[in-house]
């Protein structure tokens, strides 16, 4: 029986399932293909570091409701809890992809920092730019060095973690992405989204808005069909 992708989700609303539907949509993957398990959830089973070898890829996926620079120490508790499990992952270098909240999460677990920085802060659609590094990474294959990407967030990445490569930046946010070792990145945009998506997330979580309207985000939003690829190919990584 062929292996399964493990998605690692951070939400107890309406954004759980719109995660998930968003990724399947994106990805092209088949549910039966993919078990999600919801971390914030205290009865979901938390795979074992041992359990690595029954994935053949990881999703961490990003959180409306939870902010590392105040979580609580229960909420954080909990949360690492994927520690150990994500430790082996990075061990074996198995394909991962981190994003937004997941992107801050694993960054935060292996020696790297997050701060809300309202001067980082992004919310509605941003160009992403690639470095050099990004160029040659399978990740970004068949994209231009720059493109736009939906992104909502509060925290930013400030310090990049432990054996971690930069890969892009915006305008306003230093760290967009990573690579530790070969095959985990971390993405702070969000590529599972597309302007019907970035509208429905903002209608749950306004205050990421930052005092736009959704009108003003609508007309403001830009094309995010490259980003929408980087998840594609993580399925080439995978599979390779």
Same mark, same amino acid.
């Not at 990075?90 to 801050?104: A, E, R, S, V």
């Not at 701060?115 to 470095?131: F, P, S, V």
């Given at each position: 029986m062929p292996k399964k992708i493990l998605v690692f989700q951070f939400r107890t609303d309406k954004s759980l399932i719109h995660e998930r539907s968003c990724?399947?949509?994106?990805?092209?993957?088949?549910?039966?293909?993919?078990?999600?398990?919801?971390?914030?959830?205290?009865?979901?089973?938390?795979?074992?570091?041992?359990?690595?070898?029954?994935?053949?890829?990881?999703?961490?996926?990003?959180s409306g409701q939870v902010d590392i620079s105040s979580w609580s120490p229960q909420i954080k508790k909990l949360i690492f809890e994927i520690k150990p499990f994500m430790k082996q992952?990075?061990?074996?270098?198995?394909?991962?992809?981190?994003?937004?909240?997941?992107?801050?999460?694993?960054?935060?677990m292996f020696g790297g920092s997050v701060?809300?920085? #309202?001067?980082?802060?992004? =919310?509605?659609?941003? *160009?992403?730019?690639?470095?050099d590094q990004a160029k040659k990474s399978l990740l970004f294959k068949n994209t231009p060095d720059s493109f736009y990407a939906v992104e909502g967030h509060k925290d930013s990445v400030t310090k990049l973690p432990e054996g971690a490569i930069l890969l892009a930046s915006s305008d306003r946010c230093q760290i967009e992405a990573y690579r530790i070792k070969n095959n985990i990145y971390g993405l702070q945009f969000h590529p599972e989204l597309d302007k019907q998506g970035m509208m429905y997330r903002i209608s749950l979580f306004p205050s990421y808005a930052k005092g736009k309207n959704l009108n003003k985000l609508l007309k403001d939003?830009? #094309?995010?069909?490259?980003? =929408?690829?980087?998840? *594609?190919?993580?399925?080439?990584?995978?599979?390779?």
């Open positions: 990724i399947l949509k994106t990805t092209g993957f088949k549910s039966s293909q993919v078990k999600f398990v919801n971390v914030l959830n205290k009865h979901s089973k938390i795979p074992q570091a041992s359990d690595v070898n029954l994935y053949r890829a990881v999703i961490l996926g990003g992952v990075i061990k074996i270098d198995m394909p991962t992809l981190n994003i937004c909240f997941g992107h801050q999460l694993v960054s935060v701060e809300a920085d #309202q001067n980082q802060a992004e =919310t509605g659609t941003h *160009k992403i730019y690639l470095n939003y830009k #094309q995010t069909n490259f980003a =929408t690829k980087v998840l *594609k190919n993580f399925s080439d990584i995978h599979h390779s």
